[in-house]
């Protein structure tokens, strides 16, 4: 059984929400395409495992672990009475070679080592298992979830952690025999008590190099007519509520500026004064946890994502969104 939820990583997020509010550079257009291939990996693996199915196991997935001094992260833990088996989870398309303990895509050679990322992953769970006095058997595999890859090599070694997508619906079939009891319960918890944030995520956007605004939900159009509790988009016509264009703002903030504090001043400069300052402050009420040092408050968003924040906004808000879709 899932034992969490997917995110979507925060640099997609930061850079879906840059995106709208810039134009990218190249490398950044080809960062945002890499992290959105490999998210769309994991989320294809997660619904061959939904398929399969995950009764007897427990599965954590997209966690950052604090083992010893350093944090590490894993796309998924599969846990049962027996073992902990690591799944690192690779959407490659293309022709790879591994030779040496080296990668090649094309015959050109890569920097990443995907067996040695496995490698030292299994060795901080297996640090994790002992520091707790658990006594369990730690395995590891790579997943590659791509039909459009291949890979050949001469190492032995590496087939036995090596599972392609036209084996991988077998390769889970084996967890269907496995068993969850007090053990399972016990490793499942001292994995989720060591979850820590992801320290390595330190993208800041320049305020000063982005359009100011509220935009569009549909279009994504910045040319906006206000009306009283509603905005109407001069492009496509869709019709969105105050409250969806503010929490799109909120979400905008905080992946643009994720370690920064949200002010109210800060926030309305972002969106250029388009809502006056007590809808604002209401809306932070509602929607923000609020931390107070003296006379200086800063405000952050509660939801992850924004599908989710629109999802909650929408069962209360008074003036409803009409979305225009395919014009």
Not at 56 to 68: S, T
Request: charged share 30%; glycine share 4%; aromatic share 12%.
């Amino acid at each position: 059984m899932f034992l969490n939820k997917r995110s979507m990583p925060l640099e997609l997020l930061y850079y879906n929400s840059l995106s709208f509010r810039k134009d990218l550079s190249k490398q950044e257009k080809h960062e945002k395409e890499m992290i959105k291939k490999g998210y769309e990996g994991e989320c294809q693996y997660d619904q061959i495992l939904d398929e399969v199915g995950h009764e007897n196991i427990y599965v954590i997935r997209d966690v950052y672990l604090k083992i010893g001094n350093t944090d590490t992260q894993y796309d998924t833990i599969i846990i049962s009475e027996n073992r902990v088996v690591i799944n690192e989870i690779k959407n490659y398309t293309g022709d790879y070679r591994y030779e040496s303990n080296r990668w090649f895509r094309n015959n050109k050679p890569i920097n990443d080592n995907a067996f040695a990322q496995l490698d030292r992953a299994k060795g901080k769970l297996m640090n994790l298992m002992d520091d707790a006095d658990l006594h369990v058997k730690v395995e590891a595999a790579l997943i590659f979830t791509s039909d459009d890859f291949r890979l050949t090599s001469e190492d032995q070694r590496i087939w036995q952690e090596t599972i392609v997508r036209n084996n991988l619906r077998k390769y889970l079939r084996q967890f269907y025999n496995e068993r969850l009891e007090n053990k399972a319960k016990s490793i499942a918890n001292t994995i989720r008590n060591s979850v820590v944030d992801n320290t390595y995520f330190e993208k800041t956007a320049d305020i000063n190099q982005l359009r100011r605004g509220l935009y569009c939900g549909e279009c994504g159009n910045f040319n906006l007519i206000k009306k009283r509790f509603q905005f109407i988009c001069a492009e496509c016509e869709t019709i969105e509520s105050h409250d969806s264009h503010l929490l799109r703002a909120m979400h905008d903030y905080k992946y643009l500026f994720y370690n920064q504090p949200m002010t109210q001043r800060i926030f309305t400069y972002l969106i250029n004064d388009e809502v006056n300052k007590s809808t604002i402050y209401r809306f932070f009420q509602k929607h923000c946890h609020i931390n107070k040092k003296g006379n200086y408050t800063t405000y952050t968003l509660k939801y992850h994502n924004l599908e989710e924040a629109l999802k909650i906004n929408r069962k209360t808000q008074r003036y409803k969104d009409r979305l225009v879709k395919n014009r």
